[in-house]
């Protein structure tokens, strides 16, 4: 796919999303939620988290919900499930690694053998997600199964119908059937709730829109964005792993 990224048009109906039409006890409960689902994520993470948000791999799936035409939040729905599908299964398979009787060669190459294979599915899995978070939403339309393996034919991929759907069963069911996580662009539009409940005359429908390029930017650089604010907080050109893990906290 030898295209450059351009900012997501907004299909979505601003006016769908209703603000200025949130209780403010409702709003004050959504707010110690996330809060706590936060709190929750810090406690839980792996080793690998963020390994599956790099830029190439974010740019990659805007890209085709660009191309397909489909509302900007599939793209970063699909990020996230990205994220924690691979998260979830490489700890999986590299569990099954005997640890006791085994030499550290041996272990190298189970290791390897496991990398390499999810070397060659990976293209599909990193689709099946972007499917599997557009049929969660479905602002705009669906992308029947031959559509997607058409698409797939044009960036090199053969794949057949079945072997498509049993990506998304897979991808479906390493996640654990749970695919109503929460994603960045849910979190602005909560901002912006909050911020329309604060100061009714802020034109927030019109803020929505500024704030989808704002987000592209921010995701796409996230790893730059977060190194100048970490150096800057704490004054330091090269900070620690204790000070990083600090910060994250």
Known sequence: MAKRLTCFPCHRDVGSLKFH?????????????????NKDNLDGLSKYSGSFKQKRLVEYIFLITQELRLDPTVGYHAVELLQRFMVKHLTDMLATIPSQGAHADEATSYEDVIFDNLKDKFPLILFSCVQLANKLFLHRHMIDT???????????????????????LMVFKGLEYRLNVLNPLMYVEVILEVLGHNEPSIPVERLYRICHHALQFITLDQTAIYESLLRITIQCVSPTREQRYHKCL
Request: glycine share 2%.
């Open 21 to 37: 039409e949130t209780s403010f006890d409702l709003l004050k409960d959504l707010l110690i939620y996330l809060n706590k689902i």
């Open 146 to 168: 031959s559509t997607a393996v058409q698409f797939l034919h044009s960036l090199g991929l053969s794949v057949s119908k079945q072997t498509l759907l049993e990506s998304e």
